[in-house]
């Protein structure tokens, strides 16, 4: 029994992060989903919301008025979720410029805050970033072409990572995993998830849109029952540094899977396959085989103890094991590792904040508004 649930956990552990993009790879060579990308320049509302951010709005709103679009076409609108710094002042000083500033006086959290951004876009395609999101002049445009395409709902950038001194840092191996994971889910379907730092969506998407729950997840669902796709697009980038504080981070790992685990359950119709077909594959593999694998790990773990000295090869299994998370919890202390050797650090703290958000959500926790971390 415990030989059965050690290589079927593994195999799970594997499939969740190898052998699902790898289902992608085989399917995408029979069947491709090409996205028909042209220049158009529909009438786009950009939605920035806020709360507290003095230090960061200034250059934010600079970066905004830089983007290569059509200005009569762009109106750019700040939500600032309860303010009570000199954000609101700083937004207004840009108004000669054509910035929009709409204070929504009690803090509901950032979704609370993008609905009711919604209600003044004037756009058909509703663009969503955050202050602490830098885009590229570009960028703007990019990922806007994709709305050409009449089966796109909504889009996605791509993320890249800087460390604080300006340079890749090292969450960046798997942000570049992610990345080429959306890629193939774009190729051959639909992502299941955006990123939240910079996304896009037509009106008719945002309606059904939800002030209390995960804006970007929701945001893919809606487009998914309006019968379109949710698209990456490899070149509209969003960089944003990454946060100094590991305790922060980790605090920040645990919310958005926290608050993606709210949207999953509140959602379970998306995994009927007779229904949503693909999608649903999709979405069981990318969202919640992923998120079970601590419980995959912890079983692999205690199974091995049993299974240590019943042979030399589930010795040295378990030995590997020690050793893996031995590096992992190093790493953490001391930051001593660098390349390759922090992967070990880094898988770990990822599977344990998911561990602590299942912990939360089954608690009956639930995150609406936080503060922005600092990056």
Same mark, same amino acid.
């Given at each position: ?15 969740? =992060? ?30 920035? %919301? ?33 303010? %009570? ?91 570049? =995993? ?5 890629? /193939? ?40 029952? /309006? ?34 685990? !709210? ?25 919640? /085989? ?15 103890? &049993?299974?240590?000295?019943?042979? /030399? ?19 953490? &202390?001391?930051?001593?590792? %660098? ?5 070990? !650090? ?24 936080? %503060?922005?971390?600092?990056?």
């Amino acid at each position: 029994m415990f030989m059965a649930i050690l290589w079927l956990s593994l195999f799970l552990i594997f499939f969740a =992060y190898f052998g699902y993009p790898l289902s992608l790879v085989v399917l995408k060579s029979f069947r491709s989903r090409r996205i028909s990308r042209e220049k158009i320049y529909p009438m786009v509302s950009l939605i920035i %919301t806020a709360y507290n951010e003095e230090k960061r709005i200034k250059e934010k709103l600079q970066n905004s008025l830089a983007l290569e679009y059509p200005r009569e076409l762009l109106q750019i609108l700040v939500a600032s979720d309860g303010s %009570t710094d000199a954000t609101n002042e700083i937004v207004k000083s840009y108004a000669d410029k054509g910035i929009e500033l709409l204070q929504v006086k009690n803090r509901g959290g950032k979704e609370n805050a993008q609905k009711e951004a919604i209600g003044y876009a004037s756009g058909e395609v509703i663009v969503f970033s955050d202050v602490a999101t830098i885009l590229e002049p570009r960028g703007l445009q990019e990922i806007v072409s994709n709305f050409a395409d009449p089966s796109v709902g909504c889009v996605s950038s791509e993320d890249r990572l800087v460390g604080q001194d300006g340079k890749p840092c090292g969450e960046g191996f798997y942000v570049r =995993y992610e990345m080429w994971l959306r890629r /193939l889910e774009s190729d051959v379907n639909s992502l299941v998830g955006l990123s939240g730092s910079f996304f896009a969506a037509r009106k008719e998407v945002c309606r059904d849109f939800s002030g209390d729950v995960q804006s970007d997840f929701r945001t893919l669902l809606s487009s998914i029952k /309006l019968g379109l796709r949710g698209v990456s697009d490899p070149n509209a980038i969003g960089y944003y540094l990454n946060i100094a504080d590991e305790k922060c981070e980790f605090s920040r790992k645990v919310r958005t899977v926290l608050r993606g685990l !709210t949207v999953f359950f509140r959602h379970p119709e998306f995994l009927n396959f007779f229904k949503y077909g693909l999608f649903s594959y999709q979405f069981f593999c990318h969202k919640l /085989l992923r998120w079970l694998v601590p419980f995959f790990l912890l079983l692999v773990l205690v199974c091995n103890v &049993f299974l240590a000295g019943s042979s /030399l090869f589930y010795l040295v299994l378990f030995l590997g094991q020690m050793f893996f998370y031995g590096i992992a919890v190093l790493g953490w &202390f001391t930051h001593a590792f %660098t390349g390759i050797w922090k992967i070990p !650090t880094f898988f770990g703290v990822v599977n344990w904040a998911i561990a602590v958000a299942w912990w939360q959500y089954l608690s009956g926790k639930r995150i609406v508004s936080w %503060t922005p971390s600092q990056r």
